[in-house]
């Protein structure tokens, strides 16, 4: 993270997010064009999960795609006057370094309970969303084990104070896993709609564009390597779970809010063959570029609008030019 | 579940104890009729059913696994349990190339043991080179005289070496029946990685392997450990047993010889309507 940030300081700053359990600093990275605009957010986050190894593989490519390619390539230098995007390379830093050292199919972080006679919260079952009501245990020992709170574990504060803080500001929150080539909307903890017919029609509204979105992306994704990706609510084609990041993003009012789930569909699982790395980032990008692309025209319909009339107007001058000669 | 009020006390506790009568994890479906393809129930029991036939099939280089869910029905056939009817296309285990599609029932009972499954698939691979395959890796453990072993495969980084390349895939084939065992409407299981393999040197035409393997659960996210024993005579049944021990030290064992009832060769006696 710090050549990245050296090498590339006029795009690139890394901040300070917080302190894990065990003492270790979180940071993220913050790609920012400088400009007099006011900009809106994009938050991406991988490592969750420890041994979803893919993940934090997937955050760095991603970094490096942008920076590759932010002067030449014409959609991102479009979103990028409208959009900062914030990515937390690695969340559960303690468990991802667990998963190296000690345990390759560690999932959860290394806070100790009972006495230290017991290890680890699932951090994606931590955040403030419906906590503990549905797809979790209350006991330790269990690999979804949700915490003694909402929010009882360091890295879910950190991250959720930071969003919670910045909340109108962000348009987009996006979280990746492995494994099950799964764009996942919300939500995990309920299946039903709202209830009343106004709240119905505006969350069916909402759930609507958010869903188109989602598809888009998989369709781009495939366009890679063919891979298949399935589009839906959680709690319908994965199964019910409560505490999710996603959840709780959307449930703060950020409209779209996305967990995927990476390659593969369980052959190797967490345990991706190494040449996957490449494609499954490859692929990936293409689904997270298309829906920067999708979340940047909607809010900012003005901007795509200006890139095309531009062309259009040099094409035109061109053209007349040329009838001149 | 469908909860009617009822006049006397009785016969409403009764139907409040019924959701119970289930078992673990959250409510089966609520209606019978056509599943969203990209239902979990309709991907689980499909699932259940590859389980089974990897099993029967008994080829290391045949494994199949879920491609996609092209259609789903469910049944409820009251006092027995649920009959999820489905069609849906394969991949090979390794290269994820489409190989077929598949009919299948799979009848979760109420009572176990194992689901009851029906399957019937096309085969779009090269059947003699996989029979040519599995019998290269047969005849290289036949003649072993030190037995092969090996760990962590793959390993942390996801490398399998070549060599013991056949010997996992064989382990996902005597997985493959521990977890059809296993396996309920809402718990499904991935081999996630084998922990150990040692070759046992045999007498007569089967090769015999002891395999430490670790199974994925879904949804509870726990990582099983098991024991497995398997031997095998290509075009035989495989021979399976198996013990496993989980976080709460609830142990499991069984054994399967390709005894078992369920079929791989044909659906009889359901009407084309149900699919």
């Known amino acids: 993270m710090y050549q990245i940030k050296e090498s590339n300081s006029e795009l690139v700053t890394q901040h300070y997010l917080g302190m894990t359990y065990e003492n270790r600093p979180m940071y993220y990275l913050k790609i920012s064009q400088p400009s007099n605009k006011a900009k809106k957010i994009i938050w991406m986050d991988c490592g969750i999960h420890a041994r979803e190894w893919i993940s934090p593989a997937f955050c760095q490519w991603f970094v490096k795609e942008i920076l590759q390619n932010y002067k030449t390539d014409p959609k991102i230098k479009s979103f990028l006057q409208n959009l900062d995007i914030y990515i937390l390379p690695v969340l559960n830093i303690d468990g991802y370094i667990y998963s190296w050292t000690t345990e390759r199919l560690w999932r959860k972080s290394r806070s100790a309970h009972i006495n230290g006679t017991c290890f680890g919260t699932d951090l994606n079952r931590n955040f403030n969303g419906s906590w503990g009501s549905i797809g979790v245990s209350h006991n330790c020992s269990s690999l979804i084990f949700c915490g003694t709170g909402p929010e009882s574990e360091p890295e879910t504060k950190a991250v959720a104070r930071f969003i919670e803080k910045r909340k109108s500001d962000v348009l987009c929150f996006l979280t990746i896993h492995s494994y099950g080539q799964y764009i996942l909307t919300p939500y995990g903890y309920k299946t039903d709609l709202a209830s009343n017919h106004q709240d119905l029609v505006r969350q069916r509204n909402t759930l609507h564009v958010s869903v188109e979105a989602a598809e888009k992306a998989a369709v781009a994704l495939k366009e890679k390597h063919g891979t298949n990706f399935t589009v839906g609510p959680t709690s319908l084609i994965l199964y019910k779970n409560s505490g999710s990041s996603r959840d709780w993003a959307h449930m703060i009012g950020i409209p779209f809010s996305y967990t995927f789930e990476l390659r593969d569909k369980g052959a190797y699982g967490f345990i991706l063959p190494p040449d996957q790395i490449q494609p499954t980032c490859e692929e990936t990008t293409a689904a997270v570029m298309t829906i920067i692309e999708y979340v940047n025209q909607k809010h900012f319909p003005n901007s795509a609008v200006a890139v095309t009339s531009g062309s259009l107007w040099l094409g035109l001058s061109v053209l007349f030019t040329w009838t001149l000669s | ?275």
């Open chain 2, 1 to 275: 579940m469908q909860r009617r009020s009822a006049a006397r006390l009785g016969p409403l506790l009764l139907l409040l104890l019924l959701p119970l009568a289930w078992g673990e994890g959250p409510s089966p479906p609520r209606a019978d009729g056509e599943l969203q393809v990209s239902n979990r129930l309709a991907g689980q029991a499909a699932r259940v059913a590859l389980h089974y036939l990897n099993y029967r099939t008994g080829s290391p280089s045949a494994l199949r696994a879920l491609g996609q869910v092209r259609k789903a029905t469910v049944k409820t056939i009251p006092g027995i349990g649920h009959k999820y009817y489905l069609q849906f296309t394969t991949e090979d285990y390794k290269s994820s190339q489409n190989v077929g599609t598949c009919l299948a029932t799979v009848l979760y009972l109420k009572r176990k043991p194992r689901p009851a499954v029906n399957i019937n698939c096309t085969y779009t691979k090269d059947q003699k080179q996989t029979r040519e395959d599995d019998y290269s890796f047969y005849k290289k453990m036949r003649q072993q005289t030190k037995p092969i072993t090996g760990n962590d495969i793959p390993d942390s980084y996801g490398n399998i070496e070549p060599a013991l390349e056949p010997a996992w895939a064989l382990a996902v084939a005597g997985s493959s029946y521990l977890m059809w065992e296993k396996s309920t409407e809402n718990l499904g299981y991935f081999m996630a990685q084998v922990k150990n393999v040692k070759q046992w040197i045999t007498k007569d035409d089967s090769i015999d392997f002891d395999y430490s393997v670790v199974l994925h659960e879904i949804p509870t996210q726990e990582m099983i450990s098991c024991h497995l024993r398997v031997i095998w005579t290509p075009g035989h049944p495989l021979k399976v047993k198996y013990f496993c021990l989980s976080e709460n030290q609830r142990s499991e064992s069984g054994e399967g010889s390709g005894t078992e009832s369920g079929s791989t060769n044909g659906i009889f006696n359901e009407e084309e309507a149900n699919f």
